[in-house]
């Protein structure tokens, strides 16, 4: 079984920063693409950015100038800087993740979330 937690959400003030990580743990192989998503109250789960394996990296054009993503493959971590921010960032940020596990010959990939952590951000 593979677990995602994230860690890092809180209280900040307009203007501040925060960075969000998000661990995985359990019996896995590797992990492929993982990602940042955030859902506010109300509105519908939107993806924040994505990085491969390989370090690429994409991000919404609602925060690209903001949020960066990275990871750092040795540790299984996935985060998420988000400077500048606004309080329409307020929601709960969740991670995924593409993860390859299994038993050879059937490897498999399965896709993976977080339990999230909130971000407020006060004006």
């Known amino acids: 079984q593979v677990q995602l937690v994230e860690s890092g959400g809180g209280l900040v003030q307009a203007g501040g920063s925060l960075r969000l990580s998000c661990v995985a743990s359990?019996?896995?192989?590797?992990?492929?693409?993982m990602g940042w998503y955030r859902q506010a109250p109300g509105k519908q789960r939107e993806l924040l950015a994505t990085?491969?394996?390989?370090?690429?990296?994409n991000h919404a054009d609602s925060v690209k100038d903001r949020f960066t993503i990275s990871r750092d493959n040795a540790k299984n971590t996935v985060y998420l800087q988000m400077n500048s921010l606004k309080p329409e960032d307020t929601a709960v940020y969740y991670c995924?993740?593409?993860?390859?596990?299994?038993?050879?010959?059937?490897?498999?990939?399965?896709?993976?979330w977080g339990q999230g952590t909130q971000v407020t951000v006060s004006s």
């Open positions: 995924n993740a593409d993860v390859v596990s299994g038993t050879y010959p059937r490897i498999y990939a399965q896709n993976y």
């Open positions: 359990g019996s896995f192989f590797s992990i492929n693409v």
């Open positions: 990085i491969t394996s390989g370090g690429s990296t």
